[in-house]
T-cell receptor
């Protein structure tokens, strides 16, 4: 398997623009997670899905952020409108639960810069 | 908060030495995991220890867990330059866990 795939790897956009980040989890995995990493706040869980259903979105910072998982092989994280403080590295991760707890497999991340 | 706090924030050692990092947390957990992040990359899972376990080994890695003290340690033996990375502990229940701020390890050749 190719692992978790994220696109784009880098995104530079102007304040006010819409940004869409994409993720393809590992085939067969039933959990998908979106994280944000900054120097100031570290790694923050934004939202996670189980079998394509959002389970916990309490980490989503504002209504400007939305995430969808239309099928088991694709998820998007959208920011509209974007602001400079949204600049961060956004990671997608997936996992497969057989015994209740398993490790998460992370994608390479999308580095977002909002100017 | 269940957030783990790694200690030290940064650690610099010579190749061949052992590196020890600690993680403390505040509330009850059912598992604790350690991850590594190389610069510019995603996190990579190293080892998981459940709350009913006290010690686990994986290659040059040794993890201990003391639930009475709410703390864990990660020992990397015979360190190599390739071990240079940030190391994070993640604590929680089931799939919902929280990452600490990490320890930056530098292994000097």
């Amino acid at each position: 398997d190719a692992g978790v795939i994220q696109s784009p790897r880098h995104e530079v956009t102007e304040m006010g623009q819409e940004v869409t980040l994409r993720c393809k989890p590992i085939s067969g995995h039933d959990y998908l997670f979106w994280y944000r990493q900054t120097m100031m706040r570290g790694l923050e869980l934004l939202i996670y899905f189980n079998n394509n259903v959002p389970i916990d979105d309490s980490g989503m910072p504002e209504d400007r952020f939305s995430a969808k998982m239309p099928n088991a092989s694709f998820s998007t994280l959208k920011i509209q409108p974007s602001e400079p403080r949204d600049s961060a590295v956004y990671f997608c991760a997936s996992s497969l639960t057989r015994t209740g707890v398993t490790e998460q497999y992370f994608g390479p991340g999308t580095r977002l810069t909002v100017t | 908060s269940q957030q783990g706090e790694e200690d030290p924030q940064a650690l610099s050692i010579q190749e061949g030495e052992n590196a020890t990092m600690n993680c403390s947390y505040k509330t009850s957990i059912n598992n604790l995991q350690w991850y590594r992040q190389n610069s510019g990359r995603g996190l990579v899972h190293l080892i998981l220890i459940r709350s009913n376990e006290r010690e686990k080994h994986s290659g040059r890695l040794r993890v201990t867990l003391d639930t009475s003290k709410k703390s864990s340690s990660l020992l990397i033996t015979a360190s190599r330059a390739a071990d240079t990375a940030s190391y994070f502990c993640a604590t929680g229940y089931g799939q919902n866990f929280v990452f600490g701020p990490g320890t930056r390890l530098s292994v000097l050749p």
